[in-house]
């Protein structure tokens, strides 16, 4: 235990001397702005001089009305979602910088029908994330179906751009194709007086590194769900809470300060979206405090959870998930986001 604490400090200690001791970074004005975040706000938005391929900074503008703060913000919380997904063509729908709607499918027409179905109200005016070309069908299933802010694709088909042009207002934006590794630079908050710099979270748990801790073990069809529950997870404010089934979410809790009250939004939005909770999975962003977020679980008919662990009482949880049937995996990797 000694030389483990012993060998923890050391490597923290490493990782303090990874940072400069003074920091410089420089941007280009890329866009003035009527306003802010709010409209009694002055803003503008600066580029990395060169902003890498598939990101907002490096994002053209093919149409629409001025890109806002707003905009901007929350085209990169949805374009940096949809990078997670590779295997499948998927669509991340965003508002107020929090996933609304994400599914995967065999067609990127499907995952946006799926994606929408989890949130259709808050969909409406939300910015829409995909991974593959837009197509002219799901353009125009987006134009006939909803007011949307912003689309934004890695490529955008001619079909696509002649449908979105009969709506002169929506912003279409093309990305460009994805880096094919993550990029490894810093996070950036500015705080009064200061400047908080981190390593960007671009840790994605694998299958190998995933441990069953109860009787019950996830069957293979659990275990995708949970590890695509456990990707939105990452994006979604804490604390964060995402039902899954099939590939799509089915009810998401964003940015609430308890837990179990997360879990119970995602259950009211799945019942004001029409669908079904039970056979779901669940995803927490962080490990739960306390046995109530998964008894909230159970009462809701969720059937597997994926969470970090390190509670003082997983214990308690652990036996709470095993007397509810509940199959539970730990990912050892906490995914806070504020």
């Known amino acids: 235990g000694a030389i483990a604490n012993y060998l923890g400090t050391i490597q923290a200690d490493k990782s303090k001397a990874a940072f400069p001791r003074t920091f410089n970074s420089q941007f280009q ?12 706000q002055k803003a503008a ?3 990395e001089k ?13 149409q629409g009305k001025e890109l806002s703060y707003n905009n901007i913000a929350d085209t ?13 063509p998927a669509c991340v729908i965003v508002k107020h910088a929090n996933p609304c709607g994400v599914a995967t499918a065999d067609d ?8 929408y179905q989890t949130d259709p109200t808050s969909a ?33 088909s001619d079909a696509a751009k002649a449908v979105v042009a009969g709506k002169a207002n929506v912003r279409l934006l093309c990305s460009g194709d994805f880096p094919t590794t993550p990029a490894t630079d810093f996070d950036f908050k500015r705080v009064t007086g200061g400047l908080l710099v981190q390593d960007r979270d671009i840790q994605i748990v694998s299958e190998a590194e995933l441990k069953v801790v109860t009787k019950l073990q996830p069957t293979q069809e659990q275990l995708a769900d949970l590890l695509f ?14 039902y899954a089934k099939n590939q799509q979410t089915v009810g998401i809790g964003a940015g609430q300060m308890s837990r179990v009250v997360s879990s119970r939004i995602a259950g009211i939005k799945a019942n004001d ?36 662990g390190g509670s003082m009482r997983d214990d308690e949880v652990i036996a709470a998930a095993d007397e509810h049937g509940i199959a539970m995996i730990f990912t050892g990797m906490r995914h806070f986001r504020h």
């Open 50 to 62: 060169q902003a890498e391929t598939g990101s907002i900074g490096a994002a053209t503008q093919l």
């Open 45 to 47: 938005f600066y580029v």
């Open 29 to 40: 004005l890329k866009q003035a702005m009527r306003y802010g975040e709010n409209p009694h």
């Open 124 to 156: 409406f005016g939300g910015i829409i994330a995909f991974n593959r070309e837009l197509d002219g069908k799901t353009a125009q299933a987006i134009i006939d179906r909803q007011f949307v802010e912003v689309i934004i694709a890695p490529k955008i």
């Open 108 to 115: 990127l027409l499907t995952a946006y029908e799926l994606a």
């Open 229 to 242: 529950a456990w990707r939105v997870a990452k994006f979604v404010k804490s604390n964060a809470i995402v």
């Open 273 to 308: 979206a029409g669908l079904t909770v039970p056979g779901a999975v669940m995803a927490s962003d962080a490990f739960f405090p306390f046995r109530d977020g998964l008894d909230a679980a159970a009462e809701a008919g969720i059937s597997a959870v994926i969470q970090p």
């Open 76 to 88: 990169d919380a949805a374009l940096e979602c949809v990078k997670v997904f590779n295997d499948k």
